[in-house]
């Protein structure tokens, strides 16, 4: 049948089972809004305050609910303003296929009214970028796109297409949505050599990363660490894969990891990486990283082995399969006395905050108390991320969402919009900063439009809480530009913008706020009053050894 530029796009959407797009319009995408506008009872749109809302929504609904997340805008401004919630989406390997509309092909390279190349704007953040510039491609165009978003490692894919395209009228024929494609290179001799390393080692480690999660595989990890008996730790970006109740997880790794993880895995005889890709924030120093283990590295990309830290050994593909073969082949190992070990270093070494005053991490043991850990908490970055990442008990994938490899100031109301649509029967929490929450809070007028009930947890310490850490630490505490003393009351700003608000200045306030935000099922800010001085622990010093890893006693011991 013959159908419009635009009609294709919603039809091409239709087949790959899109029933949620995020976006803003403008005059170059209006054939496509027009479009959607006849089949908006088969696609939900969200109007976001801004587009980068709007990538930062598709990128938490794709975290969420293991779907291609889709954002939308027009062209010029509209395309720009996607670009932090793409990279954000690169940098973590998150499916998104964010469709922009440019200026018509005769304009192109005029420096037309609002016209950008946005295809080379993003081209060194997504993992392909089409434009489109003749009808007769675009329904293949975008179903390659989410093809290539989906298959092997994920990632962000752009679809550009010019304004006279979607006008244009072509044949259009539906098609089935083909399979994402997982590549694995493995050989028997790899997977065999990966056996004969685990079976040797007396004190073996687990490492997971974040592409447990992608490759939906923490099923096959909890198998893993259980045949392999090993202590487990996890990335920032692999929170639930573990049950972070298990008597062998040790919590996160890296600069704010624990002790018992930086430790663990400083003495460590084999580090087994799982989807991880050893970032700078995990590894520390590279040179001392696992300076007395073999390496195992298990992961779907290949430009990941290596890269930044040599291995003994590699198995590149997809993890769930991988793990499902060395599951199978291999027998119940024992290393009861390194757990015993690790389990000793867990007593000596645990996460503390002074419970004297009302902190963040005493408000992230509340929500976990009250949402019983069956909350999705999606965060800013900061200390809040971090105090959120050690003090809430993640039991299953997908419940932790947060900006792990860009690091991006408010990315979280967006995210949280995001995975609350695509997950309504999930509480949905976001933890952010004041900081954070000045640079994307008008997403609470979209959450109040749309009658999106998220909880916006305020940590409201007046500074840049991390930034202002690094000055105390290592700045003799020059607080440049970091104190945030003002007359912004967020309380008022979340009523003007339609919302619930409550005001935490006390420990007894937290419980009730989270129980009464939580119950009146519409979008509430809860702003929490905390010291400003607070620091996350441990800490490790960017470059240094993650065996280096200090607290605050250290601090104090070091001072006298």
């Not at 900006?403 to 649509?421: D, N, V």
């Not at 695509?422 to 976001?430: A, E, F, H, Y």
């Not at 997403?443 to 930034?467: C, F, K």
């Not at 970091?482 to 339609?498: I, P, S, W």
């Amino acid at each position: 049948m013959q159908l419009t530029g635009a009609e294709i796009v919603i039809e091409c959407l239709k087949e790959q089972g899109v029933d949620t797009v995020f976006g803003y319009p403008g005059g170059s995408i209006l054939n496509i809004y027009d479009a959607l506008y006849k089949h908006q009872d088969e696609i939900f749109h969200i109007l976001t305050s801004h587009e980068q809302g709007a990538s930062h929504a598709a990128d938490g609904y794709a975290r969420a609910t293991g779907k291609v997340g889709v954002c939308m805008a027009t062209s010029g401004p509209g395309a720009t303003n996607l670009v932090t919630g793409i990279a954000t989406a690169y940098m973590d390997s998150i499916p998104m296929v964010a469709i922009t509309a440019n200026v018509t092909l005769p304009l192109l390279g005029k420096d037309s009214f609002q016209e950008v190349d946005i295809a080379g704007v993003t081209m060194p953040i997504t993992k392909h970028g089409f434009i489109v510039k003749d009808v007769s491609i675009l329904a293949e165009t975008i179903r390659k796109a989410f093809k290539i978003a989906q298959s092997g490692r994920p990632g962000p894919v752009l679809v550009d297409i010019t304004k006279d395209v979607t006008a244009a009228l072509c044949e259009y024929e539906r098609k089935e949505p083909e399979a994402p494609a997982h590549k694995s290179r493995f050989t028997e001799q790899e997977i065999e050599q990966a056996l004969e390393l685990i079976r040797k080692a007396k004190k073996p480690y687990i490492y997971v990363g974040g592409g447990a999660i992608l490759s939906n595989a923490s099923k096959e990890v909890r198998e893993f660490v259980d045949k392999v008996q090993a202590p487990v730790c996890e990335t920032l970006m692999a929170k639930g894969v573990c049950d972070s109740y298990a008597d062998n997880y040790t919590g996160m790794i890296g600069m704010h990891g624990t002790k018992a993880s930086n430790l663990g895995v400083s003495n460590c005889d084999l580090l087994i990486a799982l989807g991880a890709r050893f970032s700078d924030r995990v590894i520390g120093s590279p040179k001392t990283f696992a300076a007395k283990a073999k390496i195992l590295h298990i992961d779907i990309d290949a430009a990941e082995v290596d890269k930044n830290i040599r291995t003994d050994a590699s198995l590149v593909g997809d993890l769930k399969e991988v793990l499902t073969i060395l599951n199978q082949r291999l027998d119940p190992q024992e290393h009861s006395e390194w757990l015993e070990y690790i389990k000793e270093i867990k007593t000596r070494f645990p996460l503390k905050y002074d419970d004297s005053i009302l902190s963040c991490p005493y408000i992230i043991e509340e929500i976990d108390r009250v949402t019983k850990g069956q909350a999705i908490i999606t965060t800013d970055v900061g200390q809040h991320q971090m105090w959120a990442a050690q003090f809430y008990h993640y039991t299953e994938p997908r419940t932790f969402l947060t900006s792990g490899g860009l690091g991006t100031m408010g990315y979280g109301l967006g995210a949280c919009i995001g995975a609350k649509t695509g997950r309504p029967d999930k509480i949905v929490i976001n933890i952010g900063g004041d900081g954070c929450f000045r640079m994307n809070m008008n997403e609470l007028a979209t959450a109040n439009r749309y009658h999106i009930p998220v909880i916006q947890v305020i940590i409201n310490n007046h500074v840049l809480g991390m930034v202002r850490q690094w000055q105390t630490l290592f700045y003799e505490g020059r607080y440049s530009q970091t104190v945030l003393e003002d007359q912004v009351d967020f309380c008022k700003v979340a009523e003007g913008l339609g919302c619930e608000a409550i005001l935490v200045t006390k420990k007894e306030e937290v419980g009730p706020a989270i129980e009464k935000a939580i119950s009146l099922k519409k979008p509430v800010v809860i702003n929490c009053i905390i010291p400003k001085d607070e620091k996350v622990f441990p800490m490790v010093p960017a470059g240094a050894s993650i065996s280096d890893a200090f607290d605050e006693d250290d601090l104090k011991k070091q001072s006298k």
